[in-house]
């Protein structure tokens, strides 16, 4: 199993920042994509931004140019640097990620338990 503990949510101004941390811990194998997710109240969970085992970096439109993800191999660990944020990125954020382990050699998601971030007007 990967248990994932994120860490870095919060209340915000308008404008300002935060940064989320992910670690993924257990028996991993092998990660082929971390990334982060969010739900706001009353809507479907969209995706935020992902990166690959390369390196390579997906961003929702919603959210490009103003958040950043970007991960440590060596600590199995993902960040998100989101800067300029605005009342509509509140929301509970989940980390993802996308994993073969020593038990289960197919690739699997597994999902944080989510932190809260809110923007105040």
């Known amino acids: 199993q990967v248990q994932l503990v994120e860490s870095g949510g919060g209340l915000v101004q308008a404008g300002g920042s935060l940064r989320l941390s992910c670690a993924a811990s257990?028996?991993?194998?092998?990660?082929?994509?971390m990334g982060w997710y969010r739900q706001a109240l009353g809507k479907q969970r969209e995706l935020v931004a992902t990166?690959?085992?390369?390196?390579?970096?997906y961003y929702a439109n919603s959210v490009k140019g103003r958040f950043t993800i970007s991960r440590d191999k060596a600590k199995n660990t993902v960040f998100l640097q989101m800067n300029s944020l605005k009342p509509e990125d509140t929301a509970v954020y989940y980390c993802?990620?996308?994993?073969?382990?020593?038990?289960?050699?197919?690739?699997?998601?597994?999902w944080g338990q989510g932190t809260q971030v809110t923007v105040s007007s």
């Open positions: 257990g028996s991993i194998f092998s990660i082929y994509r």
């Open positions: 990166i690959t085992s390369d390196g390579s970096a």
């Open positions: 993802n990620v996308l994993s073969t382990t020593y038990t289960r050699p197919d690739p699997w998601d597994y």
